[in-house]
């Protein structure tokens, strides 16, 4: 007993290692693919984000500077930084299988494999953009260093465990049905004003808060405002309600990827 028992543990430790390689190569790939070998190539993984959240920061500068309590730089990078966790990795994952079909016919690749070197080249590079970002700010002067580190990385980690979780849900929907790329691009856009990105909870109406608290999201951005803010924040926020969303919707889509990577096969 104790020797097919170990056999199983032997075959099992073996798949985890050939798999870390096949997404170690595919995130490679996708680099070199996306990025190209010339120019700033592999830089632009980290200041594409950057620009993005620098462009955004200078329309609040010119428009809002005079309606935020908080300091508006660490606020408004904070709030659209996070944007990008879910935006991009759930819509970088909805491509992820028609260009690379031709990937599967190796037998150590599977769609899963795509699904998750996409999740980790996107979860990387908004958090290397965001950590140099706020790094910058702190050096100018214009962000506080964070009240609880543990607070903001926790919730930082909430929100990539959440953009996963949808994006294995979302990325095997679409590659079944065209047409779910096409909501995904709408529905992101109207998402944006409740995604708690640009709002404050505790500065909302008590009825608007307990509406604003159904949406996931919203818990991570508060728990990581409550990082960065210490006490001049009030965050409310529930990581037992993030962790019961990211289960409810990573079991439905681990079984859609099954069933994707099936009919792939048949092809």
């Known amino acids: 007993m104790s020797i097919s028992t ?3 543990v032997t075959s099992f430790a073996e798949s985890l290692t050939i798999q870390r390689r096949v997404v170690y190569a ?3 790939r996708e680099i070199l693919t996306r990025y190209g070998r010339h120019g ?6 980290f200041l594409e984000p950057m620009l993005f959240s620098v462009g955004v920061l200078a329309v ?3 428009f809002h500077a005079t309606h ?8 408004t990078l904070s709030g659209y930084a996070t944007v990008l966790v879910w935006r991009n990795t759930i819509g970088r994952v909805i491509a992820a299988v028609e260009p690379n079909r031709a990937l599967l ?7 899963i494999d795509l699904f998750l070197a996409r999740i980790i080249l996107e979860l990387g590079s ?9 790094g910058a700010l702190m050096a100018l002067d214009l962000a506080p260093w964070p009240a609880d580190l543990s607070a903001m990385l926790m919730g930082w980690g909430a929100l990539s465990l959440l953009s996963a979780s949808l994006a294995l849900l979302v990325g095997p929907l679409a590659t079944l049905n065209d047409s779910v790329e096409r909501v995904w691009h709408v529905f992101s856009y109207l998402f944006l004003p409740a995604s708690g990105a640009f709002f404050v909870v505790s500065a909302l109406p008590m009825r608007l808060q307990s509406i604003a608290l159904w949406v996931p999201t919203v818990h991570c951005v508060e728990l990581l405002r409550q990082g960065i803010f ?22 439905p889509g681990l079984y859609l990827v099954r069933y994707v990577q099936s009919q792939v096969e048949g092809e």
């Open 26 to 28: 595919l995130v490679l």
């Open 6 to 8: 170990d056999i199983r």
């Open 40 to 45: 700033l190539g592999f830089l632009w993984l």
């Open 68 to 75: 935020l309590v908080l300091p508006l730089a660490p606020f």
């Open 105 to 111: 016919h190796h037998r150590n690749v599977r769609v």
């Open 60 to 62: 609040w500068k010119l």
């Open 126 to 134: 908004t958090t290397t953009s965001f950590l140099v970002m706020y």
């Open 230 to 251: 210490g006490r001049a924040y009030h965050g409310h926020y529930d990581l037992g309600f993030v962790f019961t969303v990211c289960l409810a919707v990573l079991v």
